[in-house]
Each structure stands twice: as C-alpha cells, then as structure tokens.
C-alpha cells in the first residue's frame, strides 16, 4: 500500500508501506518539461547569453542529485563543486547540454 506524503505538479513524495510493518519513502520528480526547454533552446539556436557567453547547460537539480547519490554516494552540492565529475554527468546526460561545444 502507498500513500502520497506531498505532490506537486512535477514532483511527489510517497510513502510505500509493507506488510511487515517497514516502508520506504521514495520522492519522484517529473524532469521533462526542463529538458524539453533545453531542446527546445539548442533547436532555435539559442546558445548564448545576452552578454555573448555561451549556455552551456541547464540541469535539474533532482537529476544531478540522482546521478550523485547513485555513482559517487554525494549529493549536488559536491558534484557541482568538482568540475572533471560535473563534466562525467554532462557528458553522461547530454539533455542537460544547451551548446554542444567545449567553449
């Protein structure tokens, strides 16, 4: 049995109960409208800043804090903070990616 702790309109934290009393509570957050706008950016050619500098990516919180936790046991605030891992999880997760290029 579960039951929904909190919702929004992208994300939800459940409860999942068992019948020998333990549970797991497991939140799920909905990602797609963030990468379809990244999509939707490299289509119209729409790489670079108002102040000339490219747009390299935009990445969901939830997802880099996934691919944290799942491959190195940290959470974003790490992965963001070490730029070789923030380049393992871009070029893992190319939907995050807005301009293709290096630089």
Not at 81 to 87: E, V
């Given at each position: 049995m579960h039951s929904i702790i909190?919702?929004?309109?992208?994300?939800?934290?459940?409860m999942h109960e068992h019948g020998d009393g333990s549970g797991v509570i497991v939140q799920s957050?909905?990602?797609?409208?963030?990468?379809?706008?990244?999509?939707?950016?490299?289509?119209?050619?729409?790489?670079?800043?108002?102040?000339?500098?490219?747009?390299?990516?935009?990445?969901?919180?939830?997802?880099?804090?996934a691919w944290g936790l799942r491959k190195y046991g940290v959470g974003w605030e790490i992965?963001?903070?070490?730029?070789?891992?923030?380049?393992?999880f871009l070029a893992e997760n190319t939907v995050c990616r807005i301009h293709q290029g290096r630089n």
């Open positions: 909190e919702a929004t309109p992208t994300s939800r934290l459940t957050t909905d990602v797609s409208a963030a990468l379809a706008r990244n999509e939707a950016l490299r289509r119209a050619g729409m790489t670079k800043t108002a102040g000339g500098d490219h747009y390299m990516a935009s990445i969901p919180l939830d997802l880099l804090n992965i963001a903070a070490d730029n070789a891992k923030l380049d393992e």
